[in-house]
């Protein structure tokens, strides 16, 4: 059983997992290094337990720990108790769901590890910002994506507004980092995917004509906001492809179209 630990004092040293919540720089660098993420809300705390993630404390507003009793009973963590008023102080927002949990990564798996299993990868370039990275996330576990590949520089799928925006489905999709850009998509192609490259542009074809829920293995490349994905990135893959548009609109937000083309790439889905 947990132990409970009434913190009345904002800068308590083992309430430093939960400092500056806002300060995104920061977190940026301290989570990584320090091998912790933060989980935010009931739901993404258990999802994250299940996933397997250890906790390392929990930081609780009075109403959330018979809530969170049978966590408590279960996981042998610290948790701290505090008001409403000194969790803001401490994070640096008003922390509506009362309850947050910081959690251990684990170690990243390599690129080649996933693709051995894998039939349908998504994979980003640049895409650095975290409520779309939540967003691709979810809807790759939604829409059966095995797994997910991000270049060197993509944002932290683990950073706290990430993991809320997926609702927890960073942990339910194993993804990796490749080491090199774009050279790392060879270890995508060597390990027999196709490199569909997803772009608006008018040399593209529609997503359905390149029929991917027929191929055999699918890797589905995906840019950043607005940017798109690089000219190194568009010479490196096998095929482009594009969502149709209708009544003028260019593109979809990149986690929109996401979820368009996960699903065009699924198995088992009817014959048109």
Same mark, same amino acid.
């Given at each position: ?8 004092? =904002?800068?308590?040293? !083992?309430? $430093? ?14 989570? =990584? ?6 989980? /935010?809300?009931?739901?993404?705390? !258990? ?6 993630? /250890? ?20 996981? =042998? ?5 505090? @008001? ?20 251990? %990564? ?6 080649? /590890?996933?693709?051995?299993?894998? %039939?349908?990868?998504?994979?980003? /370039? ?33 950073? %706290?507004? $990430? ?19 774009p050279a790392g998509l060879e270890t995508v192609r060597e390990a027999g995917f196709a490199l569909l490259a997803l772009t608006p542009a008018e ?29 190194r990135a568009l010479a490196a893959a096998d095929q482009w492809v594009r969502i149709p548009m209708a009544h003028g609109v260019d593109s979809l ?14 198995? @088992?889905? =009817?014959?048109?």
């Amino acid at each position: 059983m947990a132990e409970i630990i009434t913190i009345d004092d =904002p800068d308590d040293p !083992r309430l $430093s997992d939960y400092t500056d919540l806002t300060d995104v720089e920061l977190r940026r660098r301290k989570e =990584p290094a320090e091998g912790l993420f933060i989980a /935010e809300g009931e739901k993404v705390i !258990r999802r994250a337990l299940h996933a397997g993630y /250890e906790m390392r404390s929990m930081l609780l507003s009075a109403k959330w720990i018979d809530l969170m009793r049978d966590v408590i009973d279960e996981v =042998p963590a610290p948790v701290y108790a505090v @008001g409403p008023d000194l969790a803001e102080r401490v994070t640096g927002y008003h922390v509506h769901r009362g309850a947050l949990a910081s959690m251990q %990564r684990k170690p990243l798996p390599a690129a080649d /590890e996933l693709l051995r299993t894998a %039939r349908r990868v998504a994979v980003m /370039e640049s895409v650095n910002d975290h409520t779309n990275i939540g967003a691709i996330f979810r809807s790759a576990a939604a829409l059966g994506m095995d797994a997910v590949l991000l270049s060197p520089d993509c944002a932290d799928p683990l950073y %706290r507004r $990430s993991v809320k925006v997926s609702m927890g489905a960073v942990f339910s999709v194993p993804y990796a980092r490749l080491d090199t850009w774009p050279a790392g998509l060879e270890t995508v192609r060597e390990a027999g995917f196709a490199l569909l490259a997803l772009t608006p542009a008018e040399k593209a074809v529609s997503i359905d004509e390149a029929a991917p829920h027929r191929m055999d293995r699918v890797a589905l490349m995906l840019g950043a906001e607005g940017a798109g994905l690089s000219a190194r990135a568009l010479a490196a893959a096998d095929q482009w492809v594009r969502i149709p548009m209708a009544h003028g609109v260019d593109s979809l937000n990149v986690g929109a179209a996401a979820a368009v083309a996960f699903y065009a790439v699924a198995t @088992g889905r =009817p014959e048109s």
